[in-house]
């Protein structure tokens, strides 16, 4: 492995490797083998991907004395409910700016799930109607925060930028390990596309091995979607001063995405019941769902290369839903 990250600070928040396990009834199934990436697993807040980002963009913050945290997400953000965990277990202060962009309410999305999670956390909520606002307001809480004499520091949306990525050039490297042990080489990695940190940073870990990527999109049409991963690639690049690799081995899709970010489908949720049902594996609906009807119904795959599936996290966000679960989980007679 070409890649070194020691010269960046990054605070422990996992215990790594997670497993990368075996799912022998999805296999049997879908006819290849599925190796499940188990990011979801871990000791802080319920775990999930962005815990890795927060490693080193958590570190970075410990670099430049920062005291507080703000971030922001949507009402059900993973992001938002791990920055307000890791910022109780580091002391520092935490403002989450959430927005209103998913069409949904009441009181399952609104107040359980993550967002019950990010009041245990002792986070301060803001809301706001869009993203755009929530985005300004964001910069003047911070601009606001420092005039009072606190450290602040904004964390992007999902935690992605360059450095956030770099947790998954770690990762690549760890599934990289985990497969040599198996004897298994090439390998089809399928992780969900959101504001693009993880597939980045799987990419640029994984470009010199014999891997290809599959990335549905949660958020955005593929063809955006797949400009804003090239961005996200070259940026994550940048800090580790190396090319950015080619996107000839990523493959993005939208044929999962649905009506948009948030907004599950009915194949979501059968992709739920099938890997709860054949693995006792939770999936979220607004995420890992939407990977796993992709990983269930596309047809391209090569027949004897193994899948792994990474496993983001996200259940905690299904609480969400709870109303709309029950109905579409409801037993087939
Ligand atoms: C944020 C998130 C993703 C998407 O990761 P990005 O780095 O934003 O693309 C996937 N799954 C879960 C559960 C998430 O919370």
């Known amino acids: ?17 997670t497993l990368l396990q075996e799912a022998p009834r999805l296999s049997e199934m879908i006819g290849r083998r599925v190796l499940i990436k188990r990011d979801d697993v871990g000791e802080l807040g319920l775990a999930g991907n962005k815990v890795r980002k927060l490693e080193f963009l958590l570190g970075d913050a410990a670099e430049t004395g920062a005291d507080t945290v703000i971030t922001l997400g949507a009402l059900q953000s993973n992001h938002a409910r791990l920055t307000a ?3 109780a277990r580091l ?12 069409p949904r309410s009441g009181a399952a999305y609104e107040e359980s799930g993550n967002m019950l999670l990010d009041r245990l956390f002792g986070a301060v909520v803001h809301t706001r109607a869009t993203r755009a606002e929530a985005e300004s307001f964001a ?23 360059g450095l956030g990525s770099l947790g998954y050039v770690a990762a ?4 990289e390990a985990q497969l040599r042990e198996r004897r298994i080489e090439q390998a089809r990695i399928i992780a969900p596309l959101g504001s693009c940190g993880t597939a980045a940073g799987l990419v640029v870990g994984g470009s010199q091995l014999p891997w290809s990527f599959d990335f549905p999109c949660v958020r955005a049409a593929a063809e955006p979607s797949r400009t804003d991963l090239s961005q996200m690639i070259s940026q994550t690049a940048d800090v580790l001063g190396i090319e950015a690799p080619s996107m000839e081995k990523v493959q993005v899709t939208d044929r999962t995405l649905g009506a948009g970010y948030g907004q599950p489908t009915e194949g979501v949720w059968q992709a739920l019941r099938t890997i709860a049902g054949r693995e006792g594996v939770v999936l ?4 890992t769902g939407k990977a796993a009807h992709h990983l269930l119904t596309a047809t391209e795959f090569e ?5 792994v599936f990474v496993h983001t996290g996200g259940a905690s966000g299904l609480f969400g839903y ?3 679960a029950t109905r579409s989980l409801a037993p087939n007679e």
């Open 284 to 287: 979220d609906p607004v995420y």
């Open 322 to 324: 709870a109303p709309e």
């Open 172 to 175: 690549a490297a760890e599934i």
């Open 303 to 307: 027949p004897d290369v193994p899948i």
């Open 91 to 102: 002391g520092l202060r935490c403002e989450l700016v959430l927005y209103r962009s998913v």
């Open 85 to 87: 965990a890791a910022a």
């Open 139 to 161: 910069e003047e809480l911070a601009e606001k925060r420092r005039a009072a004499g606190r450290n602040a520091l904004v964390i992007p949306v999902g935690g992605s930028n």
């Open 1 to 17: 492995m070409g890649i070194t990250l020691t010269g960046f600070r990054r605070i422990p928040l996992g215990t790594w490797p």
